[in-house]
């Protein structure tokens, strides 16, 4: 562990000359497997003199917590520890990368004390880091943080608050669309993308007719607008969709969601399968749902001994398209 450790702080100090961290990452990411002896150096790391040394043992308590869940709180411990004396930007950049991946609950006022900092590359890191421990509650003051921080001076900062809080984060509320909509008129065109697509993902309307130009340009259609589109499932992206082969990134299940024939041919099948299902066992609770942020519809099946949770789409493709054929796969994985 020593001897990892400090290989990889020598790694670190070339580095920052060369500007090749490879060497350096694969090393920590080794130590920090170490679990408690890891956290044991990093927390040394992180009070010694030296600045780099104190980032390293950030990054180590930040790999650590990522492979060791048993460790995450006396990582966070460390960390909060940190952020009351730490000044150095480039240190507390890695304490707010490291201290987001403990997924622990005192990292939130640590990152929103943080998002009020000098230095972009801080608030970047901060933005990125509160997907990994956001509330979801509207009003809770990591969301306002966020919020904040899509308004940002940096374009890079606006761009990464934007994804974290319209993509990742479960949340949603007035100020929140608001701040994504703010961001679909952004000179910056990744965040503006982003914007278009936290708004897709709570399904508002008013993000179609953007969807429906970012497809047109291939630059602004990846894998996250293609899952906007999924989300959304309006018939009007269909002719901007159909433009795209089916492959691997999406485009085939956004198709089958905006498509109206599709669609419909799906609430029939899932009609089918909740009547089948209802005829062979009776006694269960049975309910189709869509996911609040996602496009998934999903089958909750309650059984005596707990409840199961199917993707109804995979469970269809599962039973060959035949509805009747998935019900009775529901009842034969009961046993």
């Not at 180590?60 to 909060?80: F, I, K, M, W, Y």
């Not at 509207?138 to 900062?157: F, H, N, Q, S």
């Not at 965040?191 to 708004?199: D, H, Q």
């Not at 953007?210 to 999924?230: K, S, Y």
Request: net charge negative; proline share 4%; glycine share 12%.
């Amino acid at each position: 562990m020593a001897e990892l450790v400090g290989r990889a702080v020598v790694a670190a100090r070339g580095a920052e000359e060369t500007g090749d961290w490879e060497e350096y990452t694969a090393l920590l990411w080794r130590a920090g497997a170490e679990g408690v002896g890891a956290v044991r150096v990093g927390v040394e790391l992180i009070g010694s003199g030296d600045v780099l040394e104190r980032e390293v043992g950030c990054d180590l308590l930040g790999d650590a917590s990522d492979q060791n869940g048993a460790v995450r709180g006396e990582a966070a411990a460390a960390l909060v520890a940190l952020a009351d004396r730490e000044s150095e930007g480039s240190v507390l950049r890695s304490l707010a990368r490291a201290i987001g991946r403990t997924g622990d609950g005192r990292a939130v006022p640590v990152l929103v004390a943080l998002a009020g900092h000098a230095e972009a590359a801080v608030r970047q890191e901060v933005a990125v880091s509160f997907a990994g421990v956001v509330t979801g509650r509207p009003d809770g003051e990591d969301v306002g943080a966020l919020i904040t921080l899509t308004r940002d001076e940096d374009p890079d900062v606006r761009n990464w608050a934007t994804f974290t809080l319209g993509f990742q984060a479960e949340v949603d509320g007035p100020a929140v669309r608001a701040a994504l909509w703010e961001r679909t008129s952004d000179e910056h065109g990744d965040a503006r993308e982003e914007g278009i697509r936290g708004l897709a993902r709570r399904r508002d309307p008013r993000a179609v007719p953007l969807l429906v130009e970012l497809l047109g340009n291939p630059g602004g259609a990846h894998v996250h607008t293609f899952e906007a589109a999924r989300i959304m499932g309006a018939a009007e992206l269909l002719p901007a969709l159909m433009g795209y082969e089916p492959d691997s990134v999406g485009v085939t299940a956004a198709v089958r969601a905006c498509d109206p024939v599709l669609r419909a041919q799906l609430n029939s099948c899932v009609g089918e399968l909740m009547a089948r299902l209802h005829r062979l066992r009776p006694d269960l609770d049975a309910a189709v749902y869509r996911e609040l942020f996602g496009p998934d519809l999903r089958l909750a099946v309650l059984r005596p001994e707990g409840c199961s949770s199917y993707d109804v789409e995979a469970l269809l493709d599962r039973a060959g398209g035949d509805p009747v054929r998935a019900a009775e796969l529901v009842v034969l994985d009961g046993g």
